[in-house]
């Protein structure tokens, strides 16, 4: 029914222990594939074993604990073999930087990225998880002579953009394909595993190490720029340990700062500090780095402007000798010497000459990619003393430093400040600690102006559990177009082998066996043979269901709100089914409401008040679990009545104390039992139309349910309505079963049907799902997630009349990540180009409305950023890069970066072309991309050439 076969259920994932050295490796691999100048450690060794046996592996380990060897071996494997073997990395830049180094250590390597191709015949090849991907779709020869393929930084299937892909390529590889995959910890390594194994029908093993090479020790230095108060604390020592007694001091010395500076309101932990404030701070603590020989330092900032903030205000310490500044100066004029004169006058270039002399650097993606490679090389080399960098410099090739700085513990995600997440913490702080160098790694949060953080953020942040692999798998027309065509696996299984089906495909065999026992005859409903109940309990079973989830729906609603009426003492009642008695109890407790939880409350129920039974228990009851609240209220002590339930749970027989206090409490209720529900609107103050409504809506179910019904005169009606629930019970359980058995169940068939509608509309794709012309059009712009827009423009013949320069400046509104408040000038043309493509992304988006679409993926001519086409606009006419730059606030490096993902953007409007013919339009195409592909621009990468 799925892809797992019922009768071989397994589990697929085998967790590896590696608590158990292994002293006769070298016995058993007399002649390794490939020899390093080290004892591995025995996660490393225990990777080998399994490789050797052509045996997959998920190998978990924190920063720099030496996951590469891994990676090495299954290529050393490959070349041995003469087979071939592919590395994948989720970025270009961490692709040249291991394109690099396993160049140096095998020889027979190639590179395949967005924008270059070295030696793509070699039988071990790096590339982006976006080739390998086009790979598959296209059928590559390299796919087919696959042994391995190496998958770095895992992790990285959480981002929720590009994460599809890793699930798309691991669905697709050829099952015989060993797969190698390296992340840092995890806490569901196993369940990622199991998954993995499961659509690929072999075992994975799971091997993960806690083990840091180099244990790190984590410090809150509490600066104000003043010695006399400065102070350096231990906040977790490198046994992990939190140091309270060390955050009580900072927490005094903020009391004791705040006291002398007369600050009220205390100081928050995100406010920016004025500048003069800040520059005194960061200088007070540089020289602190200076005396303690803590350097070199990894700075990490969350923004880009903030880096090169902080590189201003120190860069009037010089961190270097004279030998170094020598070093520095002759590594930097190589780079520069292969820019032309112009573009080595640009100010970025100038001013990170400046601050790397001093020993200062700067990494995020606002600086140009080779002045990001140089700043790379030169930390390498231990002469950038400290480095500003945001995050992602935290990711791929070990570059560790003595001392890892966080700037702040908050960072805005896009959509609001929050605090670091363990596994961003964890990934960051790793850096720290140089193996061979450092007895430990030091980390340093730096609080700022005395603005320490709550221990239990730092608790949670330092010591708390990294965040688990998700799937981000999602629908792309593009995905559904290459499936169509390619032919080899069909969308809906694309979907069910996804992660995100994972739990409940993986439950498959266990569904079939429970509906196999619920319809083979063991589980015999028994009827109800009665003529007074036969013509409608069936109906009153169903609406008194309707009754109890709208009344659930409406006390959710009601009972949750914060209300004086809802306090002990108050008599509430609670049904849990149709053939179960009313219940009367009492509030003794309303616990405060968790954030994010449901409101419960605690009441003290009657088993059956008003009769012989007198027994009574305190019960948790979520608040849309009661059935109605009433306006009667009895005197309770609340405490007492949980301090003697409590006692109960711990005796052999009932407290005398208790059935008092239950008897008591009991003979209160009896004569308030017939009084009236409150109701939402005239007790609660309830004004939102929707819950009146449903509160009306109510009432007339139930007057209808209480009246109208010929099966409520049946004198056995309690005794038949249980037997229709059971009967009714089944019934309902053999159809979730086979819904989850189904493809109904798939949690993304409602969107492929939608989308597939849309293209069926579009004419892509006939009504018996074969693709046209358009569809292998839109197949060839596999770049951007615009493919339909593309290739609507295409067909409209928006490109076809103008001059290359427009064109290229058109598609940078598909690829332009950035933002500017420099107001768009472009002439005419262009701007009448700009309304086109809207209005073709205006009707796409009107068709996925049509189609019942969620309004959050149907404002595409929203998602349109042209804020850079008078850019590339002006570049493509032949202006220098120093004088486009003049013109934009948008960075140097994003600038780049946009034009990068332009020209391949160009090449798949050229491929498209060419399917359609249009001879014209490919000529156009090669003349925008020579426009484009110059200079600066696409200088050549300093790890990919001499």
């Not at 949060?445 to 953080?453: E, F, N, Q, S, Y």
């Not at 009432?699 to 249980?722: A, D, K, M, N, Y």
């Not at 103008?802 to 332009?816: K, M, N, Q, T």
Request: aromatic share 8%; with cysteine.
């Amino acid at each position: 029914m799925l892809f797992v076969d019922p009768r071989n259920v397994q589990e697929w994932a085998v967790k590896v222990d590696i608590s158990i050295p292994i002293r006769d490796f070298a016995d058993r691999m007399p002649n390794m594939a490939h020899k390093y100048p080290f004892e591995l450690d025995t996660f490393q060794k225990q990777a080998v074993l399994h490789l050797e046996n052509h045996e997959s592996v998920f190998v978990a380990a924190h920063t720099s604990a030496g996951k590469t060897v891994v990676a090495e071996y299954a290529i050393a494997l490959s070349l041995r073999a003469k087979s071939r073997c592919v590395y994948t990395s989720p970025i270009k830049a961490l692709s040249n930087q291991k394109y690099r180094d396993f160049k140096k250590t095998f020889g027979d390597v190639g590179l395949l990225t967005g924008d270059i191709q070295i030696e793509p015949n070699s039988h071990c090849l790096v590339m982006t998880t976006e080739i390998l991907r086009s790979m598959l779709y296209r059928g590559s020869e390299i796919v087919r002579d696959l042994d391995w393929v190496v998958f770095d930084e895992v992790h990285y299937i959480n981002d929720s953009e590009r994460g599809v892909v890793w699930e798309e390529i691991l669905i697709m590889l050829p099952a015989q394909v060993g797969i190698v995959m390296l992340s840092a910890t995890v806490p569901n390594a196993v369940e990622f595993a199991n998954w993995i194994g499961r659509i690929k029908q072999r075992k994975i093993y799971v091997i993960t190490t806690l083990k840091r090479p180099v244990p790190l020790e984590h410090h809150m230095y509490v600066c104000v720029g003043s010695k006399t108060i400065d102070k350096d604390l231990v906040i977790v020592n490198p046994k992990g340990e939190l140091q309270t007694k060390n955050h009580a001091e900072a927490i005094e010395i903020k009391k004791e700062y705040e006291k002398r500076n007369n600050i009220r309101m205390g100081l928050s932990n995100t406010s920016r500090l004025p500048p003069k404030q800040d520059k005194t701070v960061w200088l007070a603590f540089m020289n602190y780095i200076r005396e303690k020989d803590l350097m070199p330092v990894i700075a990490f900032v969350f923004s880009r402007n903030r880096c090169d903030e902080l590189g201003d205000m120190i860069c009037s310490l010089d961190l270097t000798t004279q030998k170094e500044k020598h070093t520095i100066k002759a590594f930097f004029h190589r780079v520069v010497a292969r820019l032309n004169d112009s573009d080595r006058e640009l100010p970025q270039i100038r001013r990170l000459e400046y601050y790397l002399e001093r020993g200062v650097g700067i990494h995020h993606s606002g600086i140009l990619p080779i002045l990001k490679e140089a700043v790379e090389m030169l930390f390498q080399e231990g002469v950038v003393k400290i480095l500003f960098a945001t995050e992602t410099f935290a990711m791929g090739v070990n570059m560790p430093a003595r001392t890892v700085v966080f700037d702040s513990t908050t960072k805005h995600d896009g959509m609001e400040f929050r605090d670091l997440r363990p596994g961003e913490y964890i990934q960051m702080s790793g850096r720290a600690g140089r193996r061979g160098l450092d007895k430990t790694g030091t980390v340093i949060i730096l609080c700022k102006m005395a603005r320490v953080p709550d221990i239990t953020k730092l608790n949670q942040m330092i010591l708390g559990v990294p965040t688990k692999l998700e799937s981000k798998f999602r629908l792309t027309y593009g995905m559904i177009l290459q499936l169509l065509r390619v032919g080899t696996i069909s969308i809906l299984d694309m979907m069910k082998r996804s992660f995100s089906e994972y739990s409940n495909t993986s439950k498959a065999p266990e569904h079939e066996a429970q509906l196999k026992k619920l319809t083979s005859g063991e589980r015999l409903t028994e009827e109800v043979a009665c003529s007074i109940c036969e013509v409608d309990i069936e109906g009153y079973y169903r609406a008194f269901k309707e009754c109890k989830k709208l009344r659930r729906e409406l006390n959710s609603a009601v009972f949750s709100l914060e209300s004086r009426l809802l306090t002990p003492g108050r008599i509430v009642t609670t049904w849990d089914d149709i053939d179960q008695a009313l219940r009367f109890g009492v509030i003794v407790s309303t616990p405060v409401r968790q954030a994010n939880s449901d409101r419960y409350f605690h009441i003290l129920e009657f088993s059956a008040l008003g009769s012989a039974d007198k027994t009574a228990h305190v019960k948790r009851v979520a608040c849309g679990d009661l059935y109605k609240v009433l306006n009667a209220i009895v005197k309770v002590q609340g405490d007492m009545v949980m301090s003697e339930a409590e006692k109960v749970k711990t005796s052999t027989k009932v407290p005398k104390s208790y059935r008092e206090l239950v008897e008591k409490i009991s003979a209160a209720v009896v004569p308030l039992m017939k009084a009236d529900p409150l109701s939402p609107g005239r007790d609660f103050g309830m004004t939102d139309f929707d819950i009146l409504d449903k509160a009306r809506d109510l009432v007339t179910r139930e007057s209808i349910l209480g009246s109208e019904f010929r099966c409520l005169r049946c004198p056995q009606f309690v005794e038949h309505i249980g037997k229709i629930r059971r009967k009714m019970e089944l019934e309902e359980e053999v159809a979730r079963l086979r819904h989850l058995l189904s493809n109904e169940s798939l949690r993304f068939l409602p969107e492929y049907q939608q989308r597939l509608q849309v293209l069926r509309t579009l004419r892509y794709v006939t009504e018996d799902n074969a693709i046209t012309l358009r569809a292998r059009v839109a197949c060839e712009v596999s770049t951007t997630e615009y493919d339909l827009l593309v290739a609507e423009c295409l067909f409209n013949n928006i490109f076809t009349d103008r001059e290359p320069a427009e064109i290229a400046a058109l598609l940078s509104g598909l690829v332009f990540q950035g933002k500017t408040n420099v107001q768009l000038l472009v002439p005419p043309s262009l701007q009448e180009g700009i309304d086109q493509m809207r209005i073709v992304a205006e009707n796409i988006g009107y068709q996925q409305r049509v189609a019942g679409m969620k309004e959050a993926t149907t404002h595409l001519a929203d998602e349109l950023n042209f804020g850079l086409t008078d850019v590339v606009y002006q570049w493509c006419m032949g202006k220098s890069f120093v004088e486009i730059a003049a013109s934009t606030d948008v960075q140097e490096g994003i600038i780049v970066r946009t034009m990068t993902r332009l020209d391949e953007v160009c090449r798949d409007v050229r491929a498209a072309a060419k399917v359609t013919g249009n001879s014209r339009l490919i000529a156009k195409m090669e003349l925008a991309a020579k426009a484009l592909k110059r200079d600066i621009a696409f200088i050549g990468s300093l790890y990919t050439t001499d």
